[in-house]
């Protein structure tokens, strides 16, 4: 297994541009995670899927964040305009319930994001 | 409400030596709790984890946790260091036994001396 998959590892972007992040869950998952790490918070949960429904919106920062899951093995996070002050690691993070399903959520390598 | 308390930012030992790092949680709920390694520029890997069973967890590369429910703790120890250790740990707990969000601690970044 390929594991969690995200892309682009780096973006370093201008502010006001739009940034999109990308992550393929592990084949079979079927909750899909958004985290976000900075120096400051910690890491944090942004927002998450179940079946490709959004369940748990709290954590987005605000009306400039936006998350898509138009299938059960794609998802987006996108930021638009991109400030500074969202410079972080956004993780992905996917999991399962069902035969040997659990708590665990396994995490992706990251996006280190910079807002120029 | 639920969090988790990383006792120490930084901690130091010598290859060879006991690791010890600690974690204390606050839990409305019978907890789920984990320990996750993060190498630098590495996504998070799971280490172990608690869920309401065996008290003595065991993890990967030697790692292994105890759920003291008395002292609301879950640290995290290894016999003997080796240089591959040095990461930052995180000491997460969950809402609720089966439930999705994560609470992590601020972490603990762990050096070995050789």
């Known amino acids: 297994d390929a594991g969690v998959i995200q892309s682009p590892r780096h973006e370093v972007t201008e502010m006001g541009q739009e940034v999109t992040l990308r992550c393929k869950p592990i084949?079979?998952?079927?909750?899909l995670f958004w985290y976000r790490q900075t120096m400051m918070r910690g890491l944090e949960l942004l927002i998450y899927?179940?079946?490709?429904?959004?369940i748990d919106d709290s954590g987005m920062p605000e009306d400039r964040f936006s998350a898509k899951m138009p299938n059960a093995s794609f998802s987006t996070l996108k930021i638009q305009p991109s400030e500074p002050r969202d410079s972080a690691v956004y993780f992905c993070?996917?999991?399962?319930w069902g035969q040997g399903g659990s708590e665990t959520q396994y995490f992706g390598p990251g996006t280190r994001l910079l807002v120029l | 409400a639920q969090s988790v308390t990383q006792l120490d930012s930084h901690v130091s030992v010598s290859e060879g030596t006991p690791v010890l790092l600690r974690c204390n949680y606050s839990?409305?709920?019978?907890?789920?709790l984990f320990w996750y390694v993060q190498h630098p520029n590495k996504g998070l890997q799971l280490l172990l984890k608690?869920?309401?069973?065996?008290?003595l967890v065991k993890g990967i590369n030697g790692f292994e946790a105890e759920f003291k429910k008395s002292e609301t703790s879950f640290h995290l120890t290894k016999p003997s260091a080796h240089m591959s250790d040095a990461a930052e740990y995180f000491c997460?707990?969950?809402?609720?036994?089966?439930?999705?969000?994560?609470?992590f601690g601020t972490g603990t970044r762990l050096t070995v001396i050789p």
């Open positions: 993070a996917s999991k399962t």
């Open positions: 839990s409305s709920y019978s907890p789920s």
């Open positions: 608690y869920t309401s069973a065996a008290t």
């Open positions: 997460v707990v969950s809402d609720q036994t089966g439930a999705n969000n994560l609470f």
């Open positions: 084949s079979g998952h079927d909750y």
């Open positions: 899927f179940n079946n490709n429904v959004p």
